[in-house]
Structures are given as structure tokens and as C-alpha cells.
């Protein structure tokens, strides 16, 4: 499986990929922006994207929007630092599948993940 990785902090990007590619992610690409993330989104064919919401260029909630419109079969899990209840519930307009709270832990984020297919 193909996953995409898009916050502007390098850090967390290096510690999703650590905890993701231990399990299901074979191919794995990262974005520091969104309107670098719907560049790699339209060319990679991500199966997953981690998608932070306050980012330069274009903001995650928008990017979502565009990589939706390109690739519906796509399962969006939003990471952010804004744990409002109307950003994640426009999150989820926009099509993103799932919602996780920075800072967040190895197996919240397994589970998280785990979560997107559950609903297949």
C-alpha cells in the first residue's frame, strides 16, 4: 500500500513515516505543504494520506477537498493540533475518514489507521 505523508514539521512527518512503515505501507512519500500534497497525491495514487490542517501554500482542509475530487477512494486521516469540534466535522465534510489530535501516541495512531478500513 501507498502512503503519503503531508505536515510542514519535518519531525512529525519523520515520526509517522517510523510508526507507519512498520506495518502496512510498503511506498511512502512526504509533502510539507498542500499544494505540494495534491501535486503527489495526482502522481503517487496515495491509498492512504496523513493530512495536517495549518500548513503553508495550501491549508489541509482544502487540500483534502482537492485530492477528494482527483481520487474519492482515498482514505484522508486528518492530524492536527486544532482539536476543535468544527474542524474536525469539516474535515469530514470535506472527505476526509478520520480524525486524530496532535501530539498523539504510536498506537493511537495505529488504531486510527486501523480504523479507515474498518469501515470498508
Request: net charge negative; hydrophobic share 45%.
Amino acid at each position: 500500500m501507498k502512503l503519503l505523508i503531508v505536515d510542514d514539521s519535518m519531525i512529525i512527518r519523520r515520526s509517522i513515516e517510523r510508526i507507519l512503515t512498520r506495518t502496512r505501507f510498503q511506498e511512502v512519500r512526504v509533502a510539507a505543504d498542500g499544494k505540494r500534497a495534491v501535486e503527489e497525491a495526482r502522481a503517487f495514487r496515495p491509498d492512504v494520506v496523513t493530512m495536517d490542517i495549518t500548513m503553508p501554500q495550501l491549508d489541509g482542509l482544502s487540500a483534502v477537498e482537492r485530492i477528494m475530487l482527483d481520487h474519492p477512494e482515498t482514505k484522508i486521516l486528518v492530524i492536527s493540533a486544532l482539536g476543535d469540534r468544527h474542524t474536525a466535522v469539516e474535515a469530514v465534510k470535506r472527505g476526509a475518514e478520520g480524525f486524530l489530535l496532535k501530539p498523539f501516541t504510536a498506537e493511537e495512531l495505529l488504531t486510527a489507521i486501523e480504523e479507515l478500513f474498518e469501515s470498508e
